[in-house]
């Protein structure tokens, strides 16, 4: 966990808005330089990103030593990836593509230690991270990470109710570029259709009357701020690709002006 991790599900349960930045790139060094702008958490993105294994274990130690919170979004499905993650002394992990009941128990056996989950035992890194003993951290462990179910399909709306109430879920994460594939069948990427907005507010009201923690992946700093307006707690507000991107191309773009 990070110096920060204390403060960041505590802030969080409080109602404060907190951003991360997102990270693709394999690299420690531009991670770190991202996470000293001032976000409150970097997230590792070892879905779409360009990040294997051991990658995201030295991403998560510069982040650490720049003194922010770092998450993990897994790989669908990779077993191995959640419990290194969780064993580095990551403050949380999104997991994509949790569509059932059956999906949410998975992730939270994995996420958890019993009685709540079957995590195994081995977290040598966020066991020294965390300051306490083994028995301290056993005790403490299941509220120390956070696990967010991402929410990005048709069916994982129709199991809102499911997912949210599954023990172990801390958060459901929306992935609305996913989702608005998923609800136009196909037809179209945008977040923006009535379809996601109306899926957002579900979202929401299941949340809270769950006590979980909604989060949500914004494209843009305009919704961005839509997405804090309408009462998302967690948002992901830009990758490390796109401010290069943009970043050059502006600079670029006043050099030749």
């Not at 077993?79 to 569509?99: R, T, Y």
Request: proline share 5%; hydrophobic share 45%; charged share 20%.
């Amino acid at each position: 966990m990070s110096p920060a991790t204390g403060s960041f599900r505590t802030r969080l349960l409080a109602g404060e808005t907190l951003y991360t930045a997102w990270c693709l790139l394999a690299d420690p060094n531009a991670a770190e330089i991202v996470a000293r702008q001032g976000w409150d958490a970097v997230t590792i993105d070892c879905q779409h990103g360009f990040v294997d294994h051991l990658d995201m274990l030295r991403i998560i130690a510069a982040v650490q030593g720049a003194g922010t919170n770092v998450l993990v979004r897994t790989a669908p499905r990779d077993e191995n990836l959640i419990g290194k993650a969780l064993d580095a002394g990551v403050d949380g992990i999104i997991a994509p593509m949790i569509n059932s009941p059956a999906d949410s128990r998975w992730l939270s056996d994995l996420a958890k230690f019993p009685p709540v989950g079957e995590r195994s035992w081995g977290p040598a890194r966020a066991l020294a991270l965390s300051g306490l003993d083994k028995q301290s951290y056993l005790a403490q462990a299941n509220t120390l990470s956070l696990a967010w179910a991402m929410v990005e399909t048709a069916e994982s709306l129709a199991n809102l109710d499911a997912i949210c109430s599954t023990d172990g879920i801390d958060g459901i994460f929306v992935g609305p570029n996913d989702l608005s594939v998923s609800l136009s069948r196909g037809a179209t990427v945008d977040p923006s259709l009535p379809e996601v907005g109306n899926a957002l507010d579900a979202v929401l009201e299941r949340a809270e009357k769950h006590g979980v923690i909604p989060g949500i992946f914004a494209n843009t700093p305009e919704l961005a701020r839509v997405f804090a307006a309408r009462g998302f707690p967690f948002i992901a507000g830009g990758s490390d690709v796109g401010m290069l991107t943009g970043g050059s191309a502006q600079l670029l773009g006043a050099i030749k002006a």
